[in-house]
């Protein structure tokens, strides 16, 4: 059992501003682990792959500006020292000094002008290169089996496609061409260096090799401290969804100082692993400084010795102690650099975690594409379980002719969902067959399964938009008066041209300005104009009020005709005039028929239907 930290358990063990400690103990991270794996450059250079779409265009270009800019800075110290000092003012040469001036000056000027191209460049392959990651990183996910969402947060996912991609911008917009630039830099200047006096440059290098080890030493616990803020970000996309989603229920239940206790424990979490990780990043940048102050003592020291037999000159000196200065830098850059690896390690394994994951559901090669399904439904002693333990179905088999309504009833548990998941392909049965025309649905396009399905849920989620546009979600090639038309024949049209602006009224996420029965009522539209070969209602009256289910009912003649229908619903008065009705029990097939041939048999349906009118008639009187 995972531990938590001291903070959240002195929050468990006391009462806060009037807070019961029971509400805190709502707080756990999120399901998701620190990926505890080595630093490997493999990984990076699979990241480094979203960057070969550009690899003739602006990455060379990048490059080619990164060089020029390198070469003028370790062209000039050389300049300055030996041929500036030496050459022109200690010889006197006015011509001479005038020539460098307006040498080093263009050179400074052409540095310029590709530092300012390396700047748009960079940041112009650097959105390219995230647009590119987070294209597909969505893309994936929306191609993951519903096994995956019902594991994971919708904030765990959100941290992924939003703050995990976005901690890699630093590093392709600056990060790679800086160490490769920072690299080219100090190879530069080692050489430089050994060239103008090998005992010195050996002399000073003596430092760099502590450094390196001490640094190595820090990498470990610096990457694993910015995994710990990946983690804890994401507990807090989480839990921001799940107050948002459920606003209503907390003001309900007045339970906003809780709630607010909550995040803040949340809070307190991003915040310490910040803290913490920015901490032991900040150790690399004092350690070069200290090894800079080392090298530059070493060179006064013993640059002095050398002047004084006459091994070096004042000028090499000179250019000596400009690269020295100019070798520490880079160095302070790359521990920067290093640190954004690090970020991007973290955040890139979060990334490939998702990427790496498989589609339950896979799509053979030479699937079969149904363009015209007919909707003949055939379940061969179908099993299936969510989690490999509990049967959820138990073998069942039956057959659904096309053109058919078939109601499925029973108790809650008793395997109705799982049917229309299976058919649907969200899942794929553990055992058995499910069939499609004939055909194993585990040959069919997935593509072409679902273009002809259409589900309608009892919680009808409705996006951002106009009323139009939901409409024609459901078919989006679909004209305005093909869309009017879907809604007239559900009766959706009266209540929709009483909106302020019709079918032009935008409706915010999950569409509150919307009555439950109105959005089942788009729901219904929605799948109508899809004109889908297979129907599935899945408890879509269960949350309609009686004038709006008689509206329904009478649309529902409409929507059912020439097409399979699968009607899942407890209310007698949606399922009575089904062709067949399936009584299922912790997933089996307890008996089957049409509403007169199962009321005849006084039988589990039998019980249900009473039932249901007793409780009406308790309800009415």
Partial sequence: MKKEPKQYQDRLNRKENNVHPNALKRFRYSNDLVIDKPFNWQQMWRLMGYLKPYSK??????????????????????????????????????????????????????????????IRWLNKLGQNVIYDLRKHLFTHVQ?????????????????????????????????????MMDCIMLIGIVIILFTLSPPLALAIMITVPLMFLISTKLRKNIR??????????????????????????????TQEKENMAFFDGVNTGVYESWRNATQKSATFRPLVEMTNAIGTAVLIWYGATLIGNGTISIGEF???????????????????????????????????????????IDEKTNAIHL??????????????SYDDKRKALKGISLEMKAGQTVALVGHTGSGKTTIANLISRFYDATGGQVKIDGHDIRDISVKSLRSQISIVLQDTFIFSGTIMENI?????????????????????????????KGYLTEVEERGNILSVGERQLLSFARALLADPKILILDEATASIDTETEVKIQTALKTLLEGRTSIIIAHRLSTIREADHIFVLEHGNILESGNHNQLMMKKGEYYKLVSAQFKMLNALSS
Avoid: C
């Fill in 143 to 179: 191609s993951l089996s519903h096994r995956f969402f019902d594991q994971r947060s919708a904030g765990s996912i959100l941290v992924r496609i939003l703050n995990d991609i976005n901690s890699l911008q630093d590093l392709f917009t600056n990060g790679i061409i800086n160490l």
């Fill in 224 to 253: 694993r401290s910015w995994q710990t803020v990946r983690l804890r970000q994401s507990s807090l996309n989480s839990h921001l969804n799940e107050s948002i989603q459920g606003i209503r229920v907390t003001k309900s239940f």
């Fill in 57 to 118: 265009s602006l990455l060379p270009l990048s490059i080619l500006v990164v060089l020029i800019t390198t070469a003028v800075r370790l062209f000039v110290p050389v300049i300055i020292g030996v041929y500036i000092l030496e050459e022109a003012i200690i010889k006197q040469d006015g011509d001479l000094l005038t020539k460098l001036v307006i040498a080093i000056g263009a050179m400074y000027l052409i540095s310029y002008i590709a530092n300012v191209l390396r």
């Fill in 318 to 360: 000179v250019s000596f102690a400009f690269y020295l200065g100019m070798f520490w830098e880079p160095i302070s850059r790359l521990g920067q650099v290093y640190n954004q690896l690090l970020m991007g390690m973290a955040s890139s394994e979060r990334i490939f975690e998702f990427l790496d994951e498989k589609p339950l």
């Fill in 472 to 500: 024609r979600f459901g078919r989006p090639d679909a004209t305005d008066e093909e869309v009017i038309e879907a809604a007239k024949a559900i009766g959706a049209d009266d209540f929709i041209q009483n909106l302020p």
């Fill in 371 to 384: 363009d015209d399904m007919k909707g003949r439904i055939e379940f061969d002693q179908v099993e299936f």
